[in-house]
């Protein structure tokens, strides 16, 4: 069974940053894409942002285009989300899914999920 874990999260002041990481706990991810998504508080999980297997391919939601970036170290297991300029409405528990794929515009998740991490944006 593999398991993937979310760390990175916490309170951080609005205008802020934030380095989210996600590993897992087999070497699966060399052969994964790997996506972000993160779930506000009465709503469902959307969509952020996904990963190639070798990095070269990245694809955003429109609504964090420019702000968040995904990067990955295949030597480290390990997927990361940067988000600059945090705004209040970035508070979520984000998620990491890995094994999926990203298709005509669409990121079709898989069944591997973590446990998620909480981000609380407040002054």
């Known amino acids: 069974q593999v398991q993937i874990e979310e760390s990175g999260g916490g309170l951080v002041q609005p205008g802020g940053s934030l380095t989210l990481s996600c590993t897992a706990s087999k070497n699966i991810f060399n052969d994964y894409t790997l996506a972000w998504f993160r779930r506000v508080a009465g709503k469902g999980r959307e969509f952020l942002a996904s990963i190639s297997k070798n990095g070269a391919d990245t694809n955003y939601d429109d609504s964090v285009k420019g702000r968040f970036t995904i990067s990955r170290d295949n030597a480290k297991n390990t997927v990361y989300l940067q988000i600059n300029s945090l705004r209040l409405e970035d508070t979520a528990v984000y998620y990491c899914?890995?094994?999926?794929?990203?298709?005509?515009?669409?990121?079709?998740?898989?069944?591997?999920w973590g446990q998620g991490t909480q981000v609380i944006v407040s002054s």
């Open positions: 899914n890995a094994g999926g794929s990203y298709e005509g515009g669409l990121y079709y998740q898989s069944s591997y």
